[in-house]
């Protein structure tokens, strides 16, 4: 309960900042300045997030069906939107790779030292827009940290799947399990 309650305490402050930063800019200086990619990667995460809510409540209320395929069809549905979100998230992210990798990617010194662009201060909300720079790249450090767990989770959830396929039903294993299996 509390690894969910920490992911919900991350999530939300970004997702408000996100909405912050996009509805207290302007989408043209977004694009005078070459960083459409910034603002396109923050407007997915906020449509992203408001229809993957939108189809876990519906997944949710699904659960009223007398025979369950309702829900089953939904989870499927959802896990379909997760999976097309996280593809979304990896071409947009990918866009901001391409244009400015020197302030995006985490393993450049640049990252750490300087901003990405510089504001004039005549500019509208101008500590906005260094806010969502600072959102790009907490958006693309978890892409990348999410990249290289990814091959154990998979590597974990196949071993789960392959002995539940074979036993038909899935237990841990004791240590009494253990030996008898080697």
């Given at each position: 309960m509390t690894e969910?309650?920490?992911?919900?305490?991350?999530?939300?402050?970004?997702?408000?900042?996100?909405?912050?930063?996009?509805?207290?800019?302007?989408?043209?200086?977004?694009?005078?300045?070459?960083?459409?990619?910034?603002?396109?990667?923050?407007?997915?995460?906020?449509?992203s997030t408001a229809s993957l809510l939108a189809m876990g409540c519906l997944s949710a209320s699904s659960l009223v069906c007398k025979d369950g395929?309702?829900?089953?069809i939904f989870i499927l549905c959802y896990y379909l939107a997760v999976l097309c979100v996280l593809v979304g998230f990896y071409i947009c992210i990918g866009m901001v790779w391409h244009h400015d990798k020197k302030h995006s990617i985490l393993f450049y010194w640049d990252f750490w030292t300087e901003w990405s662009f510089t504001m004039k201060h005549s500019a509208h909300n101008h500590p906005l827009y260094y806010m969502g720079d600072v959102l790009v790249r907490i958006y693309s450090t978890c892409l990348i940290v999410l990249t290289?767990?990814?091959?154990?989770?998979?590597?974990?959830?196949?071993?789960?799947?392959?002995?539940?396929?074979?036993d038909d039903e899935f237990q841990l294993p004791t240590s009494g399990g253990l030996s008898s299996r080697l």
């Open positions: 969910q309650q920490s992911n919900n305490n991350l999530n939300f402050p970004i997702l408000v900042c996100s909405m912050i930063v996009i509805f207290g800019t302007k989408q043209q200086e977004w694009y005078d300045m070459d960083y459409q990619s910034y603002y396109n990667l923050l407007l997915f995460s906020l449509v395929t309702c829900f089953k290289c767990c990814m091959p154990c989770l998979l590597a974990c959830g196949g071993a789960v799947l392959g002995s539940m396929k074979e």
